[in-house]
C-alpha cells in the first residue's frame, strides 16, 4: 500500500504510550496543512484497515474477518493507491506519523504534497473503530478542484451527482416506510405504545423525515408543545393511529 510506503520509508515507527513517532503530532499536521495551503476541504471516508470492533458483552475488542472484509479492506487501498499516484504526491515525513495506543487501537497520518507545493493531502488512517479522513488543499481553487475530482475517479468519494442520486434513494425508503405504517400529516403517533407520549404529525420533509409535535407526555412534561424531526423507521405501525 503506497501510504503505508510512504511512511515507512520517511519516519521509522517507534511507538510510545499515546506519543507519536517525532515531536510533531497530527494537529501539527494539521495546522501545516491550514497555514500553507489556503484552500482546503475534509472528507470522511471509507475505512481502510476494518479490522477491530467492541463486543458487546465481554467489551473486548475483537477481530473482524472474512472475505467480504478482505475485499473491501484491499479496494479501499487500492483507491487510495491510485489516487496518491495520480496527483504524483511525495512524502512530507516531517508531518507524518504513527501511534499504537493498544494491540488493537492505533492511527497513522500521512502528509503528502506534490514537487511544486501547489496541493497537498493530508490522510489520516484509523486503525480502530473510527473512520479515515482525507483534508485534501491547495494553494488555488482551481487546484482544489482537480484533487476533488481526482477523489471521485478512484472511487474515494462520490459524485455529487451520485450523493444526489443516494439521497433520493434514502428519502423515497423512508417515504414508502411511512405509507406502509400508515403515517401522513395529521397521524397521532402513540411513541412508547403506553399512551404516555403522543405526537402529531405536522409535516412531512423531502428527506421524508417527519416533523411532529408532542402533544402530551408525563415522560418528559418540559417538551410539551416542542416540535422534533423524526424517522419513519422508528415509529411502530401498531402505534399510528
Same mark, same amino acid.
Given at each position: ?55 458487546? $458483552? ?13 475485499? %473491501? ?73 482537480? #484533487?476533488? %475530482? ?19 434513494? $434514502? ?26 407520549? #403522543?405526537?402529531?404529525?405536522?409535516? #412531512? ?8 409535535? #408532542? ?10 408543545? %416542542? ?15
Amino acid at each position: 500500500m503506497r501510504l503505508a510506503e510512504i511512511l515507512a520509508e520517511g519516519l521509522p515507527f517507534n511507538p510510545t504510550r499515546g506519543g507519536t513517532t517525532d515531536d510533531h503530532t497530527f494537529d501539527d499536521a494539521k495546522e501545516y496543512i491550514t497555514s500553507n495551503y489556503p484552500f482546503y476541504k475534509k472528507y470522511s471516508v471509507r475505512q481502510i484497515s476494518k479490522s477491530f470492533f467492541i463486543d458487546a $458483552i465481554s467489551g473486548k475488542h475483537l477481530m473482524k474477518n472474512g472475505p467480504d472484509i478482505a475485499r %473491501q479492506s484491499a479496494a479501499n487501498m487500492t483507491a487510495v493507491d491510485s489516487f496518491v499516484d495520480d496527483m504524483k504526491f511525495q512524502s512530507n515525513p516531517y508531518f507524518s506519523g504513527d501511534v499504537q495506543i493498544s494491540p488493537s487501537i492505533g492511527y497513522s497520518w500521512y502528509t503528502l504534497e506534490n514537487q511544486d507545493k501547489t496541493i497537498a493531502c493530508l490522510y489520516y488512517e484509523d486503525r480502530g473503530m473510527g473512520g479515515d479522513e482525507a483534508l485534501v488543499s491547495a494553494k488555488d481553487k482551481k487546484d482544489l478542484a482537480i #484533487i476533488r %475530482q481526482s477523489l471521485i475517479n478512484a472511487g474515494i468519494i462520490k459524485s455529487p451527482e451520485d450523493m444526489k442520486l443516494r439521497k433520493q434513494e $434514502i428519502a423515497k425508503g423512508r417515504s414508502d416506510l411511512a405509507a406502509k405504517k400508515g403515517i401522513k400529516i395529521g397521524s397521532e403517533i402513540d411513541a412508547f405504545g403506553d399512551g404516555s407520549s #403522543i405526537y402529531k404529525v405536522v409535516g #412531512i420533509r423531502p428527506s421524508g423525515m417527519l416533523d411532529i409535535e #408532542i402533544l402530551h407526555s408525563t415522560k418528559f412534561p418540559d417538551l410539551v408543545g %416542542q416540535k422534533r424531526t423524526l424517522k419513519p423507521g422508528t415509529v411502530l405501525k401498531k402505534n399510528v393511529r
